[in-house]
């Protein structure tokens, strides 16, 4: 965690001094994934390609055609506050959180189950694209990038308890958000493998799907327009065998206040085969199959 703030501290300095225009900044706020993002800007003639009209298919086949030229290097810092919640509930009223449990069915788990980690750093580099809009310069997070990704942390968390795991996820992955006065659409694909230095925890190697979709003008009620849809499998990286499957949906629901803000409600099914943990978190026990409940406002 120092080097990476203290390569923040570096590369603000040196943004201060020479090249304000290739760094920007960015910030996300969500109950389960808040991150903090610096753009910088590789390409010398700062000509990163404008996407507003392009079709989504091109956007795709450009950044994959050019990953290894690559255009910017973005640092993120995230947190998960959804994963700090269901520590600080089991760690300071364990007594509740127990009597809780109804037929192995934990609220807190419900809420708080597939993330894993309570917070994260990522290093991306690879090929972006920005979506400007003409009646704003501010850019914010109307961007598509493709690229390689390295994420670090130092916990990883089973049952709304923390261990000491320094991981590493290495993946290529893609990502976009284009937003207009109408749409908010997001997408987001990966492929990877995760490493546990905590021999309790299993290596794995994962693919994961999500698409996101508000439409302010259509009916609130639509799932077609107003929805999202994730996916995620993952396999041992020692074994081959399935390791643990995800599946989520989600409906959203636009509302007309004085800004864009949608609320969304996903409901998902995580199914654990038994061979994510080793050691001494296999014996403990584990609960193979999990009902997940997201409530979550976007702005």
Known sequence: MKGFLTLLFVVNIWNNLFAEDLISYD??????????????NLDED?????????????????MFLN???????????????????????RQNHESTYERSKTNSFNPVKVITAGFEEPYSFSFFVGRMMVFKNKKDSHIGNNRAYMGF???????????????????????????????????DLD?????????????????SIFIE????????KKSEWS???????????AISSDTLKLTEAELMLEKKWPLSLSQKISFGLSIGYLYNTGEKYK?????????????????????
């Open 67 to 89: 990953t290894f030229n690559p255009n910017v290097l973005v640092l993120e810092v995230s947190l998960h506050p959804m994963s700090l919640f269901g520590l600080y509930f």
């Open 209 to 216: 799907a999500r698409r996101s979709s508000i439409d302010y």
């Open 279 to 299: 050691g001494a978190l296999k014996e403990e026990g584990i609960d193979r199959h999990q009902l997940i409940l997201r409530p979550n406002f976007k702005w």
């Open 149 to 183: 990704l390295l994420r670090v942390g130092d916990y990883s968390i089973k049952d709304n308890l923390a261990h000491y795991d320094k991981w590493y996820n290495i993946e290529y992955k893609l990502q976009g958000t284009r937003k207009t006065d109408e749409r």
């Open 223 to 233: 799932f077609i327009y107003n929805s999202a849809f994730s996916s995620m499998f």
């Open 27 to 40: 910030y996300e706020v969500d109950a389960y994934y808040s991150k903090a993002l610096m753009f910088i």
């Open 187 to 203: 997408w987001s694909f990966r492929v990877g493998t995760k490493i546990h230095q905590n021999s309790d925890f299993a290596n």
């Open 46 to 62: 700062n000509n990163i390609t404008d996407a507003l009209n392009y079709a989504e298919e091109d956007i795709y086949k450009d």
